[in-house]
């Protein structure tokens, strides 16, 4: 039987949980560990499935429900009389009698057939827990089994992507390990002019001065070197910008450098990274270190994304209900004050530090963060999201409500009958724009948002407003919005959406603010429309730009409205798809895979090649639903931020990818001296002749690890030299594969596979 539920309030613990925390538990553990592994399914009638089998060692009578957070997808359990809820999508809870009648130290073992197909380690469960009988929320030692172990761990029904070893290897020998050029940097120069000869250059006494007359691009500067001195012509206020530039290319101290005459502007006026810190949270001085990276690179707007249906991060004090609700989730009713989450790596318990469920942002940190931004020549723009992807704040409000007994601002309404599933399996994340609540909140939040960035004498750009991904039928059962379209004559609940973004546009003018928003905001709106509200809209994120629904497709039709248009392609420009289809790479996969050189390829003129266009820039995304830590978020921008650095600052002109990746090498140290993670690519593994193994990487100073008895290189063994052969026939039986891994710096590669039967 299958169980796929939304959980009743009868069905949770007392509110009486919120006050148990870690603490009080004693930092205990649950009393019996977990192990879990995976098998992919031969597709049947329905489609594909996978089943994971979790396996409880030790005592488990205690044990009411084992929970744990993964990606929302149906499942069925192998025994017919244990119980699974699914709390929130992407949030269930396991149950069943044989917990109570176990021996003490049973071993046992639930199965359960998930629907869809396995791709990596990010869609195998996160955040187990055990509940207690007695009430208590415990975390949950787990060992998960070798996802590569068998074909059956990663290759998805029939499907096998997993990145080979001959493969890797040809790729590795068209990067090469070579030195790029002195001055090859990322992003490129647009220009330079070798003089001929060299001199030794004091970088710690550089002289700067501003032009004779102004540059045509306020971004514009040269360099030149020669005669021992380095001389910067610049605009005063980029002085700071490009001392901290050139130290992080050149270094400081006397070097011996080539004469040369630089000149470099960058060709696009918006060069934008987003982060996601709702779904997973990541503290105000992880953000400060992102800020850094974008200012060393070139790009100057950090679009923020607090908010979103998981969680609120951002502190708004006439509504506290927001953070209180929004930042802190576990295993406990929404009506105490926290939040039920959907994909985290929590213990259980909301009031858990250190965690990426729990946390946000507060006021004093919002300041300092916009105003280190600004000193670095960033822009902050904040998003809140509506209406869609509103579900922390819809739950939010309704603590207000029950608190204060004030109903004016709730966005949800309780005879609303609608039935929907958003994009993330939700069905009740909807704000509703019949209700004076929704406008109510997002005037609240501007305000406090405006008044920040006033007490820090920062501009605000504008307030991304959201507007994406509103589900079919969202308002379909609403009384509200029903009399509302009657009285608007509004005829579709597309008019509806556009009704709800223009009035938030509207109350934002008066307050002086722009808006920004997801490419809903502005695609195939009426005229009537468009002319009221285009004069309001700072940018527009495009990021879906295949053609579709006509021959230039989403980008097409919204630059042809006049909207400013900011490229964020998933195919190019999401830097939290994964780097390539390894059950070991982090990441999503429904956008593909995108490596630095995948960024590298995202050319704006091929993705946006209609003549008049409004292109404002490009912008690369970070959504969190995969990152479990600051170190996860570093490696997921680094390398592949520095080809969207270049794709934003020339917009045409380019490396090829082994110059780039020679450019991405001279990096890798500046990395390790700031502490900063960053991704390592595989080793390659070739056969020749049918009995010599080679192997190859693309980083020169890298240590080569191998395997032939099926298990995973570790760092105990010998490494070999990357041009050596091995000759299988000397060995004392014919292995089935080989297995390689690299380290750099002391950070390990995915493990490379060659199949040898």
């Not at 989730?329 to 909301?350: E, H, K, M, V």
């Not at 704040?393 to 309704?398: L, P, R, V, W, Y």
């Not at 009285?487 to 546009?505: D, N």
Request: with cysteine; proline share 6%; net charge negative.
């Amino acid at each position: 039987m299958k169980h796929y539920l939304t959980i009743l309030s009868t069905l949770l613990l007392s509110a009486s949980f919120h006050s148990c925390t870690k603490a009080d538990a004693g930092n205990a553990e649950a009393p019996f560990d977990a192990y879990w592994s995976v098998e992919n399914l031969e597709p049947d009638s329905t489609g594909r499935h996978y089943r994971q089998t979790i396996r409880l060692t030790g005592d488990v009578r205690g044990l009411s429900r084992l929970a744990f957070n993964q990606f929302a997808r149906a499942m069925e359990l192998a025994d017919p009389a244990d119980t699974l809820v699914e709390i929130v999508p992407g949030y269930y809870a396991v149950g069943s009698p044989r917990f109570a009648s176990a021996a003490e130290n049973d071993t046992l073992y639930i199965e359960i057939t998930t629907r869809g197909s396995f791709h990596n380690i990010c869609y195998s469960p996160d955040g187990f827990h055990a509940v207690m009988a007695d009430g208590s929320v415990l975390p949950l030692s787990l060992e998960r089994a070798d996802i590569t172990a068998s074909p059956k761990g990663y290759a998805a029904g029939t499907v096998d992507m997993m990145p080979y070893g001959e493969a890797v290897y040809a790729r590795n020998a068209e990067l090469g390990t070579g030195k790029a050029g002195y001055y090859d940097v990322i992003p490129s120069f647009k220009s330079v002019q070798h003089l001929g000869g060299s001199s030794v250059v004091d970088l710690d006494n550089i002289v700067f001065e501003e032009p004779a007359a102004v540059f045509d691009n306020p971004e514009k500067y040269t360099i030149s070197v020669g005669d021992g001195k380095m001389t910067v012509t610049a605009a005063k206020k980029m002085w700071p910008r490009l001392a901290m530039r050139i130290k992080h290319l050149f270094g400081t101290g006397e070097k011996e450098m080539a004469s040369a005459m630089i000149e470099d502007y960058p060709s696009l006026e918006y060069r934008g990274l987003m982060v996601d810190v709702s779904r997973n949270f990541m503290p105000a001085s992880e953000i400060h270190r992102v800020l850094d990276l974008m200012a060393l690179y070139g790009m100057n707007v950090f679009h923020f994304h607090l908010t979103d249906d998981e969680a609120w991060r951002i502190e708004i004090k006439s509504l506290p209900e927001l953070i209180e609700v929004g930042s802190r989730r576990g295993y406990t009713p929404g009506a105490d004050g926290s939040f039920l989450p959907q994909i985290f790596a929590g213990d259980g318990n909301p009031l858990t530090e250190g965690t990426t469920a729990n946390g946000y942002i507060s006021q004093d940190e919002y300041i300092a963060i916009i105003k280190h931004a600004d000193s670095l020549g960033i822009a902050v723009i904040p998003e809140i999201e509506s209406p869609g992807h509103g579900r922390a704040a819809i739950e939010a409000m309704k603590l207000r409500a029950r608190r204060t007994g004030d109903d004016s601002w709730l966005l949800s309404e309780a005879a609303d009958t609608s039935r929907y599933t958003s994009a993330q399996a939700f069905h009740d994340n909807v704000m509703n724009p019949a209700l004076p609540g929704s406008y109510k909140l997002m005037s609240m939040v501007a305000d406090e948002i405006a008044d920040m960035h006033s007490r820090a004498g920062v501009e605000l750009p504008a307030i991304h407003i959201g507007g994406d991904e509103v589900p079919r039928n969202a308002w379909g059962g609403s009384p509200a919005v029903k009399e509302m379209m009657e009285r608007e004559g509004l005829k579709s609940e597309k008019e509806v959406h556009a009704y709800f973004v223009r009035r938030v546009a509207d109350d934002f003018a008066k307050k002086g603010i722009k808006i920004s928003g997801w490419q809903e905001i502005a695609l195939r709106h009426s005229d009537e429309y468009n002319e009221a509200v285009r004069p309001q809209v700072y940018s527009v994120n495009c990021w879906s730009t295949l053609p579709s629904q006509g021959q230039g497709g989403v980008v097409q039709a919204i630059a042809e409205s006049g909207y400013p248009v900011i490229l964020s392609n998933v195919n190019h420009y999401y830097l939290d798809m994964c780097y390539s289809r390894h059950p070991y790479e982090r990441g999503l996969t429904w956008g593909g895979t995108v490596d630095e050189f995948d960024a590298l390829g995202g050319y704006p003129a091929r993705l946006c090649p209609f003549p008049g266009a409004n292109l404002k820039g490009v912008q690369g995304q970070v959504f969190g639903e995969t990152l479990r830590s600051a170190e996860g978020l570093e490696t997921m921008l680094l390398p592949k931020m520095l080809g969207l650095a270049e794709r934003a600052w020339n917009p045409d002109s380019t490396y090829s990818d082994d110059i780039f990746h020679a450019a991405i090498l001279n990096e890798i140290p500046k990395w390790e001296a700031d502490g900063y993670a960053y991704h390592v690519r595989q080793p390659g593994i070739t056969l020749e002749e049918g009995r010599y193994v080679k192997f190859n990487s693309p980083y020169p100073d890298a240590v080569i690890r191998v395997t032939f008895d099926g298990t995973e290189p570790t760092e105990a063994l010998e490494p070999v030299v990357q041009d050596a052969r091995i000759d299988l026939k000397a060995m004392s039986s014919a292995p089935a594969a080989v297995r390689a891994r690299l380290w750099l710096n002391g950070r390990p590669s995915p493990v490379t596979i060659l199949n040898l039967e």
